[in-house]
């Protein structure tokens, strides 16, 4: 799905979305306080819940650096992918959540409310959606800088990187809720009504719910497994199976475990007659070449197998996945 990244390149980002909310949810607690508007504190729940996952974000980023252990052998990169999972089950818990409780109360309340001040409220909205929108604009930016040129949605289905792709969802979400509440709150003081206000706040929150499921999908492929970008992958048989001792590549499997961490796997078929110190020696420089040529390459292992034996295999592998999947 997500496109070969820089590692982690969205700290950037990171560090200035969490700064942005931080700001902007105390502003916004205070401004429902002396409003008593819904979508206002819904708004300020969506903004420290955002602020919360951005430093579940960094805990990730700092975590996945660690050096590998006996115990983890292949490293911790992978961290990096389960605390944006846990971002993804933040914002559907406590954002959508709380923003859905916050206006069906006050639906469904049988006392006469009113919406006290809107200027000043519209008028930390207007702050808040310049702040939303500086951190989007850096977002953006790192995004830019990873992209293959396959159109903005496939490259953003392609990123392998969430610290970049779950701040700029959060964000586009943050500037779309402020939207929201702003028409929620406008609408409350022009009609009167201030179950509008209350109805803006559900709408926040069944907006941070798609944002939340979203990200729980795509945060969810890269815990499991991903494979490295085809481009990368036929690149790679291609020079192999370019030299001349080799006959063919029978297969190549690649697994993302970071952004910018690869595991690399390939079945390789020598010529007769090649000298083992010559398949030694090719199968060195073809690992020095992958990893000079792809440094996000962290580990390869190359099986030599011939055509026919790896065809073999994979037809038993095959069947018996067939098997189990009929059991």
């Given at each position: 799905?997500?496109?070969?990244g820089g590692s982690h390149?969205?700290?950037?980002?990171?560090?200035?979305?969490?700064?942005a909310?931080?700001g902007?949810a105390?502003t916004?607690?205070?401004?429902?306080?002396f409003t008593?508007?819904?979508?206002?504190?819904?708004e300020?729940?969506?903004?420290?819940?955002d602020?919360?996952?951005q430093?579940?974000l960094?805990?990730?980023?700092h975590?996945?650096k660690?050096a590998?252990?006996a115990?983890h052998?292949?490293g911790?990169?992978?961290?990096?992918?389960?605390?944006s999972?846990?971002v993804?089950i933040?914002i559907?818990?406590?954002?959508?959540?709380?923003?859905i409780?916050e206006?069906?109360e006050?639906?469904?309340?049988?006392?006469?409310?009113?919406?006290?001040s809107?200027?000043?409220?519209l008028g930390?909205l207007?702050?808040s959606?310049?702040?939303?929108g500086?951190?989007?604009?850096?977002a953006?930016?790192e995004?830019?800088?990873?992209?293959?040129g396959?159109?903005?949605w496939q490259?953003?289905r392609?990123?392998?990187?969430?610290?970049v792709?779950?701040v700029?969802?959060?964000?586009?979400?943050a500037?779309?809720?402020?939207?929201?509440?702003?028409?929620?709150?406008g609408l409350?003081w022009f009609?009167?009504?201030?179950?509008l206000d209350a109805?803006?706040s559900?709408v926040?929150?069944l907006?941070l719910?798609?944002?939340a499921?979203?990200?729980?999908?795509?945060t969810k492929g890269?815990?499991?497994?991903e494979a490295?970008?085809?481009?990368?992958v036929?690149?790679?048989r291609?020079?192999v199976?370019?030299?001349?001792?080799i006959?063919?590549?029978n297969?190549i499997r690649?697994?993302?475990?970071?952004p910018?961490?690869?595991?690399?796997?390939?079945?390789?078929?020598f010529a007769?007659?090649?000298?083992?110190?010559?398949?030694?020696?090719?199968v060195s420089?073809?690992?020095a070449?992958?990893k000079?040529?792809?440094?996000i390459?962290?580990r390869l292992?190359?099986?030599?197998?011939?055509?026919e034996?790896?065809r073999?295999?994979?037809?038993r592998?095959a069947a018996e996945?067939?098997a189990e999947?009929s059991a």
């Open positions: 799905m997500r496109q070969t390149g969205g700290g950037t980002a990171v560090y200035a979305a969490m700064g909310n931080l902007i105390v916004k607690f205070g401004a429902a306080l008593g508007s819904s979508s206002m504190l819904a300020g729940i969506h903004s420290m819940v602020t919360a996952n430093g579940f960094l805990l990730g980023i975590r996945a660690r590998p252990t115990e052998p292949f911790y990169g992978v961290e990096i992918y389960f605390w999972f846990v993804a933040l559907f818990a406590l954002g959508a959540g709380f923003s409780y206006g069906v006050h639906l469904m309340s049988q006392e006469e409310g009113e919406i006290t809107p200027l000043i409220g930390v207007g702050v959606f310049l702040l939303e500086y951190s989007w604009s850096v953006f930016r995004f830019q800088s990873t992209r293959a396959k159109g903005l490259d953003f392609e990123m392998k990187d969430p610290s792709f779950v700029l969802f959060e964000d586009t979400a500037c779309l809720g402020i939207l929201i509440a702003a028409a929620g709150l409350a009609t009167g009504n201030v179950q109805a803006a559900i926040i929150g907006l719910g798609v944002t499921v979203f990200l729980a999908i795509e890269l815990l499991i497994g490295a970008s085809p481009e990368m036929e690149a790679i291609a020079r199976a370019a030299r001349p001792e006959l063919g590549v297969e690649t697994m993302h475990r970071g910018a961490d690869v595991l690399l796997t390939m079945s390789v078929d007769d007659g090649v000298l083992s110190q010559d398949i030694e020696r090719a420089e073809i690992e070449r992958v000079e040529r792809f440094p390459v962290k292992y190359i099986e030599v197998q011939s055509r034996g790896h073999r295999f994979a037809d592998e996945t067939a999947a």
